[in-house]
């Protein structure tokens, strides 16, 4: 049958006028209902929390999301039918990427926690479980009890990563600090101020160890090499005006800086391109110089 040119066109505005639908789920579809264990059962419905009402649910935290670009929480109570004085809080917050989920998960994490097989990353304990996939940061609190039997965390928590985008990849962004120096879990993804200076914007630092002595290792996220070559020149001018002992080396294509920072001692840093990576309260600036090399090496290629 032969559809008149005007209704095709009036059919072709109309769907390109509609919203695309998002593959991702409604936050209140995130949490599973009426269970997410065997025997923990919802209490009431998903409560939902925005920008403005993140405080009424935890009081005290809530500022420490917006950086990480949070969106939504969605929240919801599982009582245990054998003991309904015992229940878990769940809670799914949307944040405003992969990396800053991650972000969050990492400023609860500790480097001694133990780890969960769940979502990109994940830590469990007796009372409680963390994990992040895609944008999604989800925590488990048992609440009435000091433990329970972590395979009830684990299936909970299981039963709501199978609502969640199926990105269960790690932030390209970590692929710099795989060297061996660098400690094992210990990579944060700071949203604003890098080690406190606002020139530094956001960037992601992490622990590592140059033969017997502690360091710090950082990567500036910057999206141009103007821009990087911008911060780097912003702290010459700190260090030159705060620190002592500053040299800059190199040329447009690739900057070094050592010298004395005022509040971090001995650093080194370089700029390559729109990489930017540095080195702080180091001893031996030989083999700080070589693990920068390494991040901005592995930088360079994500």
């Known amino acids: 049958m032969h559809i008149p040119r005007i209704t095709c066109l009036m059919l072709f505005l109309l769907c390109t006028a509609l919203p695309v639908q998002s593959a991702e789920q409604a936050m209140d579809k995130l949490l599973p209902a009426p269970a997410c264990a065997d025997g923990w059962i919802m209490d009431g419905k998903v409560t939902q929390y925005d920008k403005d009402s993140l405080f009424d649910r935890i009081n005290g935290e809530s500022e420490l999301y917006f950086p990480y670009g949070f969106e939504k929480l969605a929240y919801a109570r599982y009582e245990s039918r054998k003991d309904p004085k015992i229940a878990l809080d769940a809670d799914v917050y949307a944040m405003g990427s992969l990396l800053d989920s991650f972000g969050m998960f990492a400023n609860y994490r500790r480097k001694d926690s133990t780890g969960a097989a769940i979502g990109a990353e994940g830590t469990i304990s007796s009372s409680q479980m963390l994990f992040y996939q895609d944008r999604y940061l989800v925590r488990l609190q048992v609440t009435g009890a000091t433990t329970i039997n972590q395979d009830v965390l684990l299936a909970c928590g299981?039963?709501?990563?199978?609502?969640?985008?199926?990105?269960?990849?790690?932030?390209?962004?970590?692929?710099?600090?795989?060297?061996?120096?660098?400690?094992k879990k210990s990579e944060r993804?700071?949203?604003?101020?890098?080690?406190?200076?606002?020139?530094?914007?956001?960037g992601i630092i992490a622990d590592a160890v140059l033969g017997k002595d502690e360091a710090q290792v950082f990567v500036v996220l910057e999206t141009t090499a103007d821009a990087a070559r911008a911060t780097f020149d912003r702290y010459h001018a700190y260090l030159k005006t705060g620190?002592?002992?500053?040299?800059?080396?190199?040329?447009?294509?690739?900057?070094?800086?050592?010298?004395?920072d005022p509040l971090y001692g001995a650093v080194v840093v370089q700029q390559a391109g729109r990489s930017l990576a540095g080195a702080v309260r180091i001893r031996d600036r030989a083999a700080a110089k070589q693990l920068v090399e390494q991040v901005l090496a592995r930088t360079d290629k994500k």
């Open 189 to 202: 993804y700071i949203a604003q101020s890098l080690l406190g200076y606002d020139f530094f914007r956001r």
């Open 158 to 183: 299981k039963a709501i990563e199978k609502n969640l985008p199926r990105n269960t990849g790690r932030p390209r962004e970590l692929d710099a600090f795989q060297v061996p120096a660098v400690v």
């Open 243 to 260: 620190g002592s002992g500053v040299q800059v080396s190199g040329s447009s294509g690739r900057m070094s800086l050592e010298a004395i």
